[in-house]
């Protein structure tokens, strides 16, 4: 499906190209406005990253998501910032629908085996962000994209196969934000490598076209920011581009 994204800092919409905080775009739209216009053109999911949060844990904003809860008609998805079990204990009573997750797993592998374990894959994303280095490997990045790990998307998924991981948010770090279409190789790959698991695609989603090619690498859900900020196509007309193929 089309989940439509919204990145949020100090109570505004705004996006980052490639994830640089110097490089800030902000959107004059009111966020909770925003998000019921997706949801009245038939938004099942919202797509949120608490950039707050992601800079300091300290400073997440909870209390934004506490003001959705009450609408029931559509899930919320969060990352930003999650760094332990009661944070996600929380974000889960509040009514939020799956938890994302990135550097704090990234950096203690065994951390993600205990929160599949207690939670279930329904209900965590593991978020890996990748760069593709000269030898055309996928190496994952954490921290806001400031660290290299020098690990494989590839080597990330196999240690994790066997623990009820059910779904990947998978970022080409070099795309997002570009609106200079996806990579659709990087996909492809890990679709046939990996077929058990739920692939979410994310960056550089910048015309209907990319959305139709992007669709046949058989990902199960495509992100979109920046591109519906933009009106360069409205959430519509991504639905029904995925939804006829």
């Not at 994302?100 to 890996?128: C, H, M, Q, R, W």
Request: charge should be positive; charged fraction near 20%.
């Amino acid at each position: 499906m089309i989940i439509p994204a919204l990145d949020i800092m100090n109570n505004k919409i705004v996006r980052l190209y490639q994830g640089n905080f110097s490089k800030v775009t902000i959107f004059p739209q009111n966020i909770l406005d925003k998000i019921f216009k997706y949801i009245k053109m038939g938004a099942k999911y919202i797509h949120i990253i608490d950039l707050n949060g992601c800079q300091n844990p300290l400073k997440n904003q909870k209390y934004f998501i506490k003001k959705l809860i009450p609408y029931k008609n559509f899930f919320i998805q969060i990352g930003g910032g999650i760094r332990n079990f009661l944070e996600i204990s929380q974000l889960l009573d509040l009514g939020v629908k799956r938890v994302i997750l990135g550097t704090s797993v990234i950096e203690d592998p065994n951390f993600l085996k205990k929160i599949l374990k207690k939670y279930g894959g329904k209900k965590i994303i593991l978020a890996l962000d990748v760069c593709i280095n000269s030898k055309n490997i996928s190496q994952v990045v954490i921290n806001g994209w400031k660290k290299i790990t020098y690990q494989s998307i590839e080597d990330i998924l196999n240690f994790y196969k066997d623990n009820n991981l059910k779904y990947v948010l998978c970022t080409d770090i070099t795309r997002d934000g570009t609106l200079q279409g996806p990579n659709l190789q990087l996909y492809t790959n890990l679709v046939q490598n990996f077929p058990q698991i739920y692939f979410q695609a994310s960056g550089g989603i910048g015309n209907l076209s990319d959305i139709r090619k992007i669709k046949k690498t058989g990902v199960k859900d495509l992100i979109i920011g920046r591109a519906l900020l933009e009106k360069k196509f409205t959430f519509l007309e991504a639905k029904k581009c995925w939804l006829n193929g």
